[in-house]
């Protein structure tokens, strides 16, 4: 009995080691979903997706190409993985403002390519800063309450340190009574 449970066991390792276990790569398709945009700048971003709608694992090298209305290129250039998360890249500051028509395509064994229209602007500057008007008009806090807003917050810490000290001294006086009565 011993003989034959031993000998199972050492089949059943043969075969697991000699046949192939199908692991999360072998489940994915070679065949690759692109979702290809501007990013609101002169930037463009791809979103990679498996055809199950699963990220892929490994990161898988995309090419871009770019042609604008005047006649323009742009690349081939190699995409690098951003740092949002997986299947996700972004080239940057790389177009001119203007329309573009981009591809994007991943080499074999990959199946995948995708040509989109993308509009570029340029990209937003941050506010000016404010100026002195405004400065006061910030200072001058809610509801009208001036510069004073310290004033008025300090007061209401005076006023809750009072109340904590009226509520202390109350406590105190109970437990005088208290022993007090306890005496007599």
Sequence with gaps: MRLTHGL?????????????VAGPAAAQSDNLQ????????TGVTVQVTDSEGNRPAQVIRLVLTATGADGQTVGPMQLQPAGEGRGFYSTGPILQPGDWQVTVGAPAPYVGEVTVDVRAVPAQSPPPPPTA???DADAAGPAGVGGQTWLVRGGLVLLALAGLAGLGTALMVLLARRNAFRRN
């Excluded at 199972?8 to 080691?17: D, K, N, T």
């Excluded at 692109?34 to 700048?41: H, K, P, R, W």
Aim: hydrophobic letters at 70%; glycine letters at 12%.
């Design 133 to 135: 008007a405004a400065s």
């Design 34 to 41: 692109l979702d290809v945009a501007g990013d609101g700048a």
């Design 8 to 20: 199972a066991a050492v089949l059943v390792g043969l075969l697991l080691a000699v046949l192939p």
